[in-house]
């Protein structure tokens, strides 16, 4: 077991060099390859590396492509699992949830949910019984008695009155009273970097753009990985004692020689989940709400970036996994949802924004709906020794680099406990400790602490450099131009699709504002990358291009046409 490049001082900043990195996998011979660049990818490079071993990874698109960055921006145990009475992933999710606000303060952030009731009704005591074994769950003391993480206040009957405070939009029903409970809520794809650049600080080397396309074999046993860079159409070989698949979705495809010799591989069912993004004005909301719908199920209404996110749908899903736009069943029945219980008449045009992820859901052979099957992570070990994880959640993203890590460190039959517990993601930094920057604004102060934490001061440093990044990407949005030329010196980002879609999440927020024809909003950006990247005249054209494919592919903004029809 050896140590990788670096070390884990908290002073440097983990600075992800693409070209850099492709030397290192060509040349060095790592402990350990992982593949898959989501978030469960990420989190195996960052404990392998914590616990000693040299590591190399490679994502075939970008980080956090897939779904890692679109899930319901949520970090919980998951009260419909309850319902289901999976205890055991609850309570396993309850503590992550508060383990990760403990972790990354500054990214996965305390949420306040309300169950509503009305018609002089109390709420429903069938739900009180679940929140209060939620509470009871989510509790975890120290050695000496006091909390350890994050500890939620316990949820709490309040009146109508507070239920419109919280839910403005809820206030033309009157509500009479409801339940107050407390989740998480994070970014996403934002948490996947940080994880990565912690994984750097470590040692790890990573590299996005690179194709896994077959395990490379020696005796019978797996030594590494194929893989070809799709930037330059070259391939090579990643040398390493253990492989590790954390492709999610993608888990039962690559490797597929692989696994084929299981007699009980994963088989992945896909399920798509849709989500709406809508102006705080048309659906004010302050705390997240549950929703009823129409099959018995419910959605989450919830304040996320400025916007109000409603999601998400649950079905089986059979379509390219590169590109998942939502369906346009998906949207209509998420706004029908909204219409009913806030009573609203809300319609496509008051979209701002929508996506859709696939989750990774092992299938059992039966023929359960998608909603039914756990969201337990499944491990599976090959005969030549490669070791696939998927299924599982955001939340547990931890506890399943864990289980992977120990079956290396078993396998070697050395002595190297997780240390991921400990590890902080990122640095939180106070607003009011940042910089002041001619032409930046309090909001985007902010927003940077927010989303950068401490590594904010190098982004405001950019801006000072060049007065032109202090611009806004979108008008009236706190994401700056400096964030974009940031994400692509230190942040691997290739594409516009990367910038807008995952390193901010503009794509998502305002994406009318970044359609393809609008040359003001992009050309600003495409100059921002280009000076960083040294585009010439025909790689701007391509990025162009590429931006206007992956607008379509992805569905941003829902056709009225489409859900009307």
Same mark, same amino acid.
């Given at each position: 077991?050896?140590?990788?490049?670096?070390?884990?001082?908290?002073?440097?900043?983990?600075?992800?060099?693409?070209?850099?990195?492709?030397?290192? !996998?060509a040349?060095?011979?790592?402990?350990?390859v992982?593949?898959?660049g989501g978030?469960?990818?990420?989190?195996?490079?960052?404990?392998?590396a914590?616990?000693g071993?040299s590591?190399?990874?490679?994502?075939?698109?970008?980080?956090? *492509?897939?779904?890692?960055?679109?899930?319901?921006?949520?970090?919980h145990g998951?009260?419909?699992? %309850?319902?289901?009475?999976?205890?055991?992933?609850?309570r396993?999710?309850?503590?992550?949830r508060s383990?990760m606000?403990? %972790?990354a303060?500054?990214?996965?952030?305390p949420l306040?949910?309300?169950? /509503?009731?009305?018609?002089?009704?109390?709420?429903d005591?069938?739900?009180?019984?679940?929140?209060?074994? &939620?509470?009871?769950m /989510?509790?975890?003391?120290?050695?000496r008695?006091?909390?350890?993480?994050?500890?939620?206040?316990?949820?709490?009957?309040?009146?109508?009155?507070?239920?419109s405070?919280? !839910?403005?939009a809820l206030?033309?029903?009157?509500?009479?009273?409801g339940? $107050?409970?407390y989740?998480c809520?994070?970014?996403?794809?934002? %948490?996947?970097?940080?994880? !990565?650049?912690?994984?750097?600080?470590?040692?790890?080397?990573?590299?996005?753009?690179?194709?896994?396309?077959?395990?490379?074999?020696?005796?019978?046993?797996?030594?590494?990985?194929?893989?070809?860079?799709?930037?330059?159409?070259?391939?090579?070989?990643?040398?390493?004692?253990?492989?590790?698949?954390a492709?999610?979705v993608w888990?039962?495809?690559?490797?597929?020689?692989?696994?084929?010799e299981?007699?009980?591989?994963p088989?992945?069912r896909?399920?798509?989940?849709?989500? $709406?993004l809508? /102006?705080? =004005?048309?659906?004010?909301?302050?705390?997240g709400?549950?929703?009823?719908?129409?099959?018995?199920?419910?959605?989450?209404?919830?304040?996320?970036?400025?916007?109000?996110?409603?999601?998400?749908?649950?079905?089986? &899903?059979?379509?390219?996994?590169?590109?998942v736009?939502p369906?346009?069943?998906?949207?209509?029945?998420?706004l029908?949802?909204?219409?009913?219980?806030f009573?609203?008449?809300?319609?496509?045009?008051?979209v701002?924004?929508?996506y *859709?992820?696939?989750?990774?859901?092992?299938?059992?052979?039966?023929?359960?709906?998608?909603?039914?099957i756990?969201?337990?992570?499944?491990l599976? =070990?090959?005969?030549?020794?490669?070791?696939?994880?998927?299924?599982?959640?955001?939340?547990?993203?931890?506890?399943?680099?864990?289980?992977?890590?120990?079956?290396?460190?078993?396998?070697?039959?050395?002595?190297?406990?997780?240390?991921?517990?400990?590890i902080?993601?990122?640095?939180?930094?106070?607003?009011e400790?940042?910089?002041?920057v001619?032409g930046?604004?309090?909001?985007?102060i902010?927003?940077?602490?927010?989303? &950068?934490g401490?590594?904010?001061?190098e982004?405001?440093?950019?801006?000072?450099?060049?007065p032109?990044?202090?611009?806004?990407?979108?008008?009236?949005?706190?994401?700056?131009?400096?964030?974009?030329?940031f994400?692509?010196?230190h942040?691997?980002?290739?594409?516009?699709a990367?910038?807008?879609?995952?390193?901010?999440r503009?794509?998502?927020?305002?994406p009318?504002?970044?359609?393809?024809?609008?040359?003001?909003?992009?050309?600003?950006?495409?100059?921002a990358?280009?000076?960083e990247?040294?585009?010439?005249?025909?790689?701007?054209? /391509?990025?162009r291009?590429?931006?206007?494919?992956n607008y379509?592919?992805?569905?941003?903004?829902?056709?009225e046409?489409?859900v009307g029809?």
């Amino acid at each position: 077991m050896s140590v990788g490049r670096g070390s884990a001082d908290r002073k440097l900043r983990a600075v992800i060099d693409r070209d850099r990195a492709l030397v290192d !996998l060509a040349e060095e011979e790592f402990d350990v390859v992982v593949v898959g660049g989501g978030v469960t990818g990420a989190g195996v490079a960052l404990d392998a590396a914590s616990r000693g071993f040299s590591v190399a990874l490679v994502e075939r698109e970008d980080y956090a *492509a897939g779904t890692s960055s679109r899930s319901s921006k949520l970090v919980h145990g998951g009260l419909r699992y %309850l319902q289901q009475f999976d205890l055991g992933l609850v309570r396993e999710a309850l503590l992550e949830r508060s383990l990760m606000v403990k %972790l990354a303060p500054h990214l996965v952030r305390p949420l306040p949910l309300v169950v /509503a009731a009305f018609d002089g009704k109390r709420p429903d005591r069938l739900v009180g019984l679940g929140l209060n074994m &939620y509470d009871a769950m /989510a509790w975890r003391r120290g050695r000496r008695g006091e909390a350890e993480e994050w500890s939620p206040q316990r949820h709490r009957l309040i009146a109508g009155d507070e239920v419109s405070e919280l !839910l403005p939009a809820l206030s033309r029903r009157h509500p009479t009273g409801g339940y $107050l409970f407390y989740d998480c809520q994070t970014d996403d794809a934002r %948490l996947v970097l940080t994880i !990565l650049a912690e994984a750097e600080r470590y040692g790890a080397v990573c590299a996005n753009r690179l194709e896994a396309v077959a395990v490379a074999r020696e005796g019978g046993r797996a030594v590494g990985a194929e893989v070809r860079d799709r930037e330059r159409d070259a391939r090579f070989r990643v040398r390493a004692r253990h492989v590790v698949n954390a492709t999610g979705v993608w888990a039962d495809r690559l490797p597929a020689d692989e696994l084929r010799e299981l007699s009980e591989a994963p088989r992945i069912r896909p399920s798509r989940g849709s989500h $709406l993004l809508i /102006a705080q =004005e048309r659906l004010p909301v302050r705390a997240g709400a549950i929703v009823p719908a129409k099959d018995g199920r419910s959605i989450f209404v919830l304040p996320w970036l400025g916007r109000t996110l409603v999601g998400t749908t649950d079905h089986d &899903y059979q379509g390219p996994l590169e590109h998942v736009p939502p369906a346009s069943e998906d949207v209509a029945y998420l706004l029908e949802a909204v219409n009913e219980f806030f009573e609203t008449d809300l319609t496509v045009a008051d979209v701002e924004g929508a996506y *859709a992820g696939v989750r990774p859901l092992v299938g059992t052979g039966d023929e359960r709906k998608s909603v039914d099957i756990s969201r337990r992570a499944e491990l599976f =070990e090959t005969p030549s020794g490669v070791v696939t994880i998927t299924g599982g959640k955001l939340t547990t993203w931890r506890r399943m680099a864990q289980q992977v890590v120990d079956r290396l460190v078993e396998r070697e039959g050395r002595r190297a406990p997780c240390r991921t517990e400990e590890i902080p993601l990122g640095l939180p930094v106070d607003p009011e400790r940042l910089p002041r920057v001619p032409g930046v604004d309090e909001a985007s102060i902010r927003h940077l602490a927010a989303r &950068y934490g401490h590594t904010a001061h190098e982004v405001l440093g950019l801006a000072a450099e060049r007065p032109e990044l202090t611009a806004p990407v979108v008008p009236g949005m706190p994401d700056l131009l400096a964030e974009v030329a940031f994400a692509a010196r230190h942040e691997q980002a290739r594409s516009l699709a990367d910038v807008l879609l995952r390193r901010t999440r503009l794509g998502l927020l305002a994406p009318r504002a970044l359609e393809p024809g609008r040359a003001e909003r992009l050309e600003p950006i495409v100059e921002a990358m280009a000076r960083e990247l040294g585009w010439r005249a025909t790689e701007r054209e /391509a990025a162009r291009a590429e931006w206007a494919a992956n607008y379509r592919a992805e569905g941003l903004v829902p056709s009225e046409e489409r859900v009307g029809g």
